[in-house]
Every structure is written in C-alpha cells, then in structure tokens.
C-alpha cells in the first residue's frame, strides 16, 4: 500500500497571510484598536459609573414604556438579583461589549445588506462570505485577533463583530427586497431618485425586518461574551471562564444565570423598540404633527406595518 | 352622462395641428437573453410560440396613438402583456425596440435624470393594488408626487388636500392608508395621480381589485373628474365591460399583440376576429352602443309639401302606419298615422292638420340602456335626430332587440318597417285610385 500524502498547507499560507497583514498594515490595526477600545470605554462608562439603581430605574423604565408593567417588574426582580449575586460590574461590562460590537456591527451590516438588495452581483458574491464568518468556529477568530490586537477587549469586539454581522446583513437584504415592488414602482413612477426611494419608501417598510435583524446581531453579540473572556475581554465571561478552570459550579451558575437575564432584558426590549410596537401606559398625545394611531383594544395584534407610526422627513 | 364630453370617434392618424399625447410606435418587449436577435427574428415573421426557448415576447409590434384628452384603454386577459406595455409608457421598463414619444419627445434611451423629469412633470400612474405608502397618512400619500416634484410643505399639503376633496376624501386627511377601504385607498391612489400635476394618468388595472359595485362607482367618478380636467388617460384593464364603459378607444391585447383598435362601437360590431368576437360576447351591450350604432335608416319619411296622398303612398309601399314628417332640411316636425292622412286624402285637406308632435326623438350617442323607457311608453319607432333636429335615423323596438342579441341588424334582408299598418293596404290603394282618378 502505498497512498500518496496529500498534505495542503492552507495553515501556512493563512500564517504567512497573517504576518505580513501584521507587519503591513499595523498602522490600520492600531487605529481600529484605537476606536474600539475607545467605543467599549465610552459605553463602559456610561453604564458602570453611575451607582447601580440608577440604572436599574432607567432599564425598568424603559421595560415600563416598552413592554407594560409585567416586563417592567421582572426587568427589576432580574436586575436586583444581578446585583446581589456580586455581577453587577461583570454584567455592566458585559452589556457594554455587547452594545459597542453590536453598535459597529449594525453599522456595517445594514449598508452592506442594501448593497446587496440593490445589486445582484454583491448579493451572490457577499452570501459565501457570511457563510463563512456565521459558520466558522467563533474561537477561530480570536487567534488572528490576538495577534492583531493583543489581549484585552479588542480582539472581543472584533471576533463578536465578525460573528455576529451576517444575520443583520441578511435581514436587511431580504427585508428591502421583500418591500411591496408595486410600492417602490410607484416612487419611480412619480419620479422619485433612488435614494429618495430608499429613504422613504425600502427602509421604512423594511423596518420591521431591519430591526429583528438587529436584535438577532445583538444576541449574537452577546453569546460571544463568554469566548471574548479567554482572550482577555471583561465580564461576565470572566467568571464563567474561572469556574470552568476551578470547577466552582456555584459561581458558574451565578455568572450564568446573570447573562440570561441580561439577554432576555436585551432581546425584549430591542424587539419591541424595533417595530415600534410599544405598549403605551399612558394615552399619547397628537403632538408634533405626528399621526394619532387610533389603537383598538387589543391593538397589538394588528400587522407591525399599518400600525408603525409615521416617521416620514416631511414631517 | 358624460358621454358628452368625449372627443368623437377620431381619425386613425395623427394630424398636424392635433398633437399626440402618446405615441408608440413598433414596440416590442423580450423578457430573456438574446433579446435583440429575438426581437430582429419576430420583425421577420417568427412568432411568440417560435422563440419560446429564448424568453418571452411580452409585447409585439404595438403601435398606437393617444390624443389629448382621451381615455385609451389597452384591454387584454392575464400574460396578454398590457401590463408589460404600460410600464414601458413611463419608462418602468425599457422596450427592447421601438418608439414611445411624449408630446414629441422620446422616451426610450433618455438619461435617468431627464427620465425622472418625464415623469414628474408628465405622466403619474395609478397601481392595481393602489401601492400607497403604509407609514404615511393619507394627506402625505396623495402629496407624495409634488414632494418629489420639490414643491414646498405647505402648498403640496394645500394641493393635496384639495384633490383629496375632490376625490370625496375630506376629512381622512390624517388616517393612514390601512384604516381606509379599498375603495378609498385606491381614491387616495386617484388624488396622489391627479394631484401631480401630469397631462397623462397611466392606470394599471385601477380598479380591478374593487369590489363591483365600488368598481362601478370609481368608474363614473373617473369619468366624472375626466369631463373636468381633460387629462389623458392611459387605462388598462382585463374587463371588457369597464373598457366598453370608460374607453374613447380601445385596444384589444392578445399574447402581446394589439388585435385590434378602435371605438367601443367598432370593436363591438366590428369584431376583427373570432378572439375578440368572443371576448365581445358577454359585453353589456347596453351600456356600451348607442343609438347611432343600431339606428335603422328612416323608410316612411314625406314632408308637408308633398301632401296626404305622397304620404299616403309612402305608408302603402312600406305597410305602415306612420310616416315621419321632415322639412326641407330634414329636420323632423312630426309624425302623421295612415287612419288620419286617409281621411285627409278623402277630404281633400291638408296634411298639416293631421300632423303630430307624439314622436319620441333620442340623440344619437344616447346609450341603448336610455332607450327602452323612451321604447315603452311610444308606440312608434324612436326618432334619433341631431342637435340641429334633422332627423338621423330610428329605432323600432326590434333593433333593441337586436342589438341586444348580437343579431345582424344592418342587413338589407332584415328591413325593420315599424309599426304594421292599422288600415287594409286595399282601401289604401282604392283611396289612392279613387283620388286619382278625380
């Protein structure tokens, strides 16, 4: 027997990449590091400075207006048990990493994804792409970014952008496309430019699409806390990753049950905010030269689209 | 009826001094690859079902004319490629080959820019399932159009609204398209076409997604504000009847060729071919014919000059009992019965006396529907004469019928004399004779 071995050096090739990336284009990487770290402070800030019950009051706030008083209340019992089981900081942390990954994310994804709607070529040559970074192992990411950023927060952000970019590229896409062709003929029809069309006709019908595709990139976003941990990013990752190494189950489950409760306050609240259908506790008011939707009883049942208040420009 | 106001059959080519809103000429559409050695193998003869491996012809060979002014209807069933064509009008798609000219200039081939302003200033469209904007309230839909125009907040809201009135939507100024009905939807549709601004309103099966009834309504509306604002009108449409009842002229669309164009009446009576001659089957005739398509010509006529016994004679020669009484010019006066002229020929008395005013006179575009009240209560044939009262034709109750049926009424064979004679042709005759010989 005598089986010829076939060993292609793909690794050694993405080595080679790799380095002369390194040493070519450190200047870029230095300023991506740069604005990321400086984007994780600033939330950072933002959310771990002031003492804990103010945030708890606004986020309760927030669940009040957002979603009635059921969600508002278990927003607070969460919250409170967050604090008392010492993960306040981890958790601060955590949303702060998850908000500055998902920020740049959402950035990239929703112009990306209207290109795509836009253009059939960028369309078939963008989806392997994505294929490749939602599929690929999230770990795998953080070897390069190590490299490329050091240890610390950064190499974090990277790899939860990269991982969590294709579901907002893809719902952007298919929300645009999935806008009602009759009503963007009407805006060629009367003449509209298609940026004109875009603004006011795709976006605001692809609204409710373009928004669950954000909430789909801020979960993502956050499921990489605890892998962004092993290369050094803080929260709650953090003692996740030390009670797996010390086998502390109680600590594990703490700092666990901790990130559930941050993702269920995330994922409610940006579903709800994104397709405007907010539960109002107190009547609104026809202000502004806003549209009074006139909500039956039970108006939350009517499709996201008749009932998405009127954003327009022109008004 | 609005009828009134629309522009009589027109000449089939283009005038002068009449300018074209819409011209097409050779249009041809080619969905799929190779379009334009498709296109070049249909100029030489291939048909639709020949190159069917390359793509499809949705359009072939169009060629027609639009007045200002004018209601054109493009009619045609589902794939027959109307839709196709009308898109093409305003640019939605580019035709593969052929001209499309507005008011003279091209359309086909312009920079995008310069294609934005066509449609701006030109041609609005409105849409089978109306495509308002859900996020924006009535008063911004219907106002959309200036918007993109540029025209400032104030004066499009005040011009939108104003069309919305029109439109009998005062008052829904606020709501939001998804709190309308269909109906009013596709009226919020109608105010943002027509407070455009544009000489034409393409309508892409505007009304087929409507309720009959409501359809019926927004017809006439339609027809309404056309008699007003003289707009030219593009429609298109799958239903016959709403094309018989809107359409100046028609053009019958099938497999992406225009069969046939013309008036309503022509397209009705004249059938082209066997396909349009069973699309014109279920027509409701009566709403779409009018008197001057069905009249019969005038057989019993004599005038006063002539006297009771060429009167009498008349009547004889066509077994009737009543002859129309015209002057010189033909204008009708009146009607004389044969039971009454005979007495007057055995008098020796003139014929004026005997001479009645009781005859029914209709207009000749007056629709067939209008007629059979006017039919009911006259015994006579109708009179239908013209604006200056010469008398143009009749209609005996049979070619109401007729017409109706889809029965040759205008063969010489079937030579409708109304009503029968009252008195024996004998006496007449003796009458006569007896006369004579005095």
Redesign the interface.
Known sequence: MNVPVIRIPLGQWVDAIVDWVTSALQGLFDVLSLIFGGLFNAIDWLFATPPFWVVVVVVVLLGLYARGWVFGIGTAIGLLLIYGVNQWDNAMHTIALTIAAALVAVIISIPVGIWMARSPGASTAIRPVLDFFQTMPAFVYLIPAIILFGIGVVPGIVATILFALAPGVRLTELGIRGV?K??V?????????SG?ILR??QL??ARPAIMAGVNQVIMLSLSMVVIAAMVGGPGLGKPIVSSLQTINVGLGFEAGLSVVIVAIVLDRLTATLGTGRTHRLLPRRADGGR????PAPGATS??A????????P?? | MPVDVRPADLPPTGVDRDPIALEVEHLYKFFGRRHKEAVRRMKDGATRQELQSLGTAAVIDASFQVRPGEIFVVMGLSGSGKSTLI?ML?G?LEPTDGDIRVFGEPISGIPAKQ???????R???V???????????VL?NAA??L???GVG?RERRERAAAVLQRVGLAGWE?S?P??LSGGMRQRVGLA?ALA?DTDIL?MDEAFSALDPLIRREMQEQLLELQSELGKTIVFITHDLNEAMFLGDRIAVMRDGVIVQQGAPEDILTDPANDYVAQFVQDVDRARVLTASAVMEPVRATTTLQAGPRAALRVMRDYQTSAAFVVDASRRLLGVVRDQDVLRQVRGGRPLEDVLSADVAKVGPDALISDLFVPAVENALPLAVVDDAGRLLGVVPRVTLLAALGNVPHDTAELAIVEPPATVPIDIVTDALAEEAGR
């Open positions: 009602d009759e009503v003929e009407a805006g060629h029809a009367f003449g509209a430019t004109r006011q006709i605001p019908l549209v009074a939707v006139r009517v499709p689209a008749e009932t998405s208040e009127a954003h327009s022109g008004r | 898109r305003n939605l294609l934005r302003e066509v449609r701006q200033q041609m609005s469209m849409f089978q399932h109306f495509a308002l904007l859900p996020h924006r309230s911004d959309y159009g918007e993109v125009k907040a606020d939001l998804g709190e943002r455009a393409l």
